[in-house]
T-cell receptor
Framework: NAGVTQTPKFRVLKTGQSMTLLCAQD?????MYWYRQDPGMGLRLIHY???????AKGEVPDGYNVSRLKKQNFLLGLESAAPSQTSVYFC???????????????FGDGTRLSIL | GQQVMQIPQYQHVQEGEDFTTYCNSSTTLSNIQWYKQRPGGHPVFLIQ?????EVKKQKRLTFQFGEAKKNSSLHITATQTTDVGTYFCAGYSSASKIIFGSGTRLSIRP
C-alpha cells in the first residue's frame, strides 16, 4: 500500500547539473502534480498532468520539464540546475474530479534538493 | 492571476487556547480543501468544502466556506500539542487548477 513514492529523498547538485525526480503512484489516479515548497511560501505548483501523455504548466514552470509517459509515473526534470531551485519538491496525485468537487490530493514524502 | 492569501503566517498559542486561520481568494472558488503538514512531513488532506456557506466539523476542528466562495476559515477549539503543524488551504478555480495558500504555522506552549 505504497500510495505516492518519490525518489530520491535527498540530493545535492552542483550548478549546471541535470537530474530527474521520479514520482510513482499505485492508486490509478488520473491527475498528478509537482510542487515546490520554500520557507514561508507554501506549495507552488510547477507542472501538472490530467492524464497519461498530457502535461500543463503551473505557477512556476520555468527551469523545469515534465513527462507523463505512463499513467502511474510523473517525472520532473531540471536541465541545468540553479541555486534558486534549492527546495523541497512534492509530488501529489488525485482521482478524477466529479461535477461537484475535486478529490483529495495524496502527497509523497518529498525530495530535498540542494544546489550549490 | 489567481491568488490565495492565508493569514496569519505564524500563531503561537498556549495549550488549551483556540486557533483560527483564514484563507482569502482573489477569485471565486469552485471548492476549497484544507491540509495539515507536520514538521518534516508532507501535507495530509483534512477536508473539502464545496457549497456556499458550508460549515463542517471534525472533532475540535471547524471549517467554514464563505457565502461568496472566496474565503474560508479553520478554527481549532482548545488546542492540543498534537495540533502542531502548518495548515494550508487550497483553492480550486476549475477542475484541475489549484492554488495553495502560504500556510499558517501553529506552535503550542505546553
Amino acid at each position: 500500500n505504497a500510495g505516492v513514492t518519490q525518489t530520491p529523498k535527498f540530493r545535492v547538485l552542483k550548478t549546471g547539473q541535470s537530474m530527474t525526480l521520479l514520482c510513482a503512484q499505485d492508486m490509478n489516479h488520473e491527475y498528478m502534480y509537482w510542487y515546490r515548497q520554500d520557507p514561508g511560501m507554501g506549495l507552488r505548483l510547477i507542472h501538472y498532468s490530467v492524464g497519461e501523455g498530457t502535461t500543463a504548466k503551473g505557477e512556476v514552470p520555468d527551469g523545469y520539464n515534465v513527462s507523463r509517459l505512463k499513467k502511474q509515473n510523473f517525472l520532473l526534470g531540471l536541465e541545468s540546475a540553479a541555486p534558486s531551485q534549492t527546495s523541497v519538491y512534492f509530488c501529489a496525485s488525485t482521482g478524477h474530479p466529479t461535477e461537484q468537487s475535486n478529490q483529495p490530493q495524496h502527497f509523497g514524502d518529498g525530495t530535498r534538493l540542494s544546489i550549490l | 492571476g489567481q491568488q490565495v492569501m492565508q493569514i496569519p503566517q505564524y500563531q503561537h498559542v498556549q495549550e488549551g487556547e483556540d486557533f483560527t486561520t483564514y484563507c482569502n481568494s482573489s477569485t471565486t472558488l469552485s471548492n476549497i480543501q484544507w491540509y495539515k503538514q507536520r514538521p518534516g512531513g508532507h501535507p495530509v488532506f483534512l477536508i473539502q468544502l464545496v457549497k456556499s456557506g458550508e460549515v463542517k466539523k471534525q472533532k475540535r476542528l471547524t471549517f467554514q466556506f464563505g457565502e461568496a466562495k472566496k474565503n474560508s476559515s479553520l478554527h481549532i477549539t482548545a488546542t492540543q500539542t498534537t495540533d502542531v503543524g502548518t495548515y494550508f488551504c487550497a483553492g480550486y478555480s476549475s477542475a484541475s487548477k489549484i492554488i495553495f495558500g502560504s500556510g499558517t504555522r501553529l506552535s503550542i506552549r505546553p
